[in-house]
């Protein structure tokens, strides 16, 4: 089945620094990918679709200046997260689409002291 | 944002019962996603439905796609410990701008 793997699976880091994250299709190529975060026992909230090659789309409330995407090639995309604050801190999840369907990858537990 | 209405919310049943759960919405889709999603990782597909009407099974998991192409519903049969986990449905429209929708989830525990 197609496979989508995120690095790092998990991230510290002090408040006002910034944090990339990768996601990348590794059996399929993806023109759109997405991020997601999730709060504990609540559903996925979308960030942003990212087509490759052209710049990311956000969602209502979502600072574009804050969550940098780049979506370089077929099969990578990454999630900047600038100056994080602790209330950044989440569980952020890519997923691609491909095959006819939308596949996730594991996660990146985010956590900003 | 707009999500559609997953039941139960929560179900906590003996290993070797049957589950079933099921997904509405208000809008038309054409492309129903059942996910499994594990604590700390990222949801898992467990079936894809692309047309209406349609019934697929995946092991022991059985999904339909309604006849209206509003709604859905997942069964597992003979629940087993590792069944444990929350089961996201998830809706895809059709057009250029095409986001799932999800559901809010059901959360699943089975009693050895």
Not at chain 1, 16 to 21: E, L, M, P, Q, Y
Not at chain 1, 84 to 90: F, G, I, L, R, V
Not at chain 2, 55 to 77: H, P, V, Y
Request: glycine content about 8%; hydrophobic content about 35%; charged content about 15%.
């Amino acid at each position: 089945g197609a496979v989508v793997s995120q690095h790092p699976s998990r991230v510290i880091c002090k408040s006002g620094t910034s944090v990339k994250i990768e996601c990348r299709s590794l059996d399929f190529q993806a023109t759109t990918m997405f991020w997601y975060r999730q709060f504990p026992k609540q559903s996925l909230m979308l960030m942003a679709t990212s087509n490759e090659g052209s710049k990311a789309t956000y969602e209502q409330g979502v600072e574009k200046d804050k969550f940098l995407i780049n979506h370089a090639s077929l099969t990578l995309s990454t999630l900047t997260v600038t100056s994080a604050h602790p209330e950044d801190s989440s569980f952020y999840i890519c997923s691609a689409r491909g095959l006819g369907s939308q596949y996730f990858g594991p996660g990146t537990r985010l956590l900003v002291l | 944002g707009q999500q559609l209405n997953q039941s139960p919310q929560s179900m906590f049943i003996q290993e070797g019962e049957d589950v079933s759960m099921n997904c509405t919405s208000s809008s038309i889709f054409n492309t129903w996603l059942w996910y499994k999603q594990d604590p700390g990782e990222g949801p898992v597909l467990l079936i894809a439905l692309y047309k209406a009407g349609e019934l697929t099974s995946n092991g022991r998991l059985t999904a339909q796609f309604g006849i209206t192409r509003k709604d859905s519903f997942l069964n597992i049969s003979a629940s087993i410990p590792s069944d444990v986990g929350i089961y996201f449905c998830a809706g895809l429209s059709a057009g250029n701008n095409r986001k799932l929708i999800w559901g809010l989830g059901t959360s699943l525990a089975v009693n050895p």
